[in-house]
């Protein structure tokens, strides 16, 4: 058979983007704070925890939970900062963010997250304490019907955050977490952002 030249082009890239939380410690002791009310409920009386059948097999604060403590609007106002100047260095159209939820995780001995997606623009996680509960998080998607290299595993791909780092990702991304071993609680802030456009904002404009 004669020989032919056979190119190749990237058609769709997939990215997860991450970045150092400033001044963690002060917003740790801020989310910790906050789950400490949460797990003692019967003790304040109070208590925002979402007990609806999720993904996330571990304790979470309401869906609302930026509108309900300062702190957590805070926070998302840091990561929203940082979002934006990343796709912007990035070439990426920006619009500005609009938190659409924002709620706590906590991890308790052997809970975790099933797959899932969040249907958002942008979705970012902030682990707020787990160096002494290991955490693993998968990004999976469903390409079976693919090319793929020998020996490639190319439907589930590992990111493992330290404490203190911000990870963000498209929202059509689907993602699980791993089980938590240790007999330590692991803490994470989970949030949505949906774009908001200029109102005479034309997608089709040439520049």
Avoid at 66 to 94: C, F, T, V
Avoid at 108 to 137: G, M, R, T
Avoid at 168 to 179: D, I, K, L, N
Avoid at 184 to 196: E, M, S
Wanted: glycine share 2%.
């Amino acid at each position: 058979m004669q020989h032919v030249n056979v190119d190749k082009q990237e058609v769709f890239t997939d990215y997860v983007w991450s970045f150092m939380m400033p001044d963690h410690d002060h917003w740790k002791k801020e989310i910790e704070n906050i789950v400490l009310i949460e797990k003692n409920k019967s003790l304040h009386n109070f208590s925002t925890e979402n007990l609806e059948d999720k993904p996330v097999q571990a304790h979470k604060t309401a869906w609302d939970s930026h509108y309900r403590y300062p702190a957590i609007m805070n926070i998302l106002k840091i990561i929203s900062s940082a979002i934006q100047q990343s796709i912007k260095q990035d070439g990426w159209e920006a619009p500005d963010l609009k938190p659409l939820e924002a709620w706590i995780n906590w991890y308790e001995k052997n809970q975790f997250a099933y797959s899932h997606i969040h249907h958002c623009l942008l979705s970012a996680v902030y682990y707020v304490k787990s160096a002494d509960s290991p955490s693993e998080f998968f990004f999976h998607r469903d390409d079976r019907f693919r090319l793929r290299k020998e020996k490639e595993d190319s439907n589930t791909k590992l990111v493992k955050p330290k404490e203190g780092t911000v990870i963000f990702f498209t929202g059509c991304q689907y993602h699980s977490v791993s089980a938590n071993t240790s007999d330590v609680t692991r803490i994470t802030l989970a949030t949505n952002f949906q774009g908001v456009y200029p109102q005479n904002w034309d997608p089709y404009a040439t520049k």
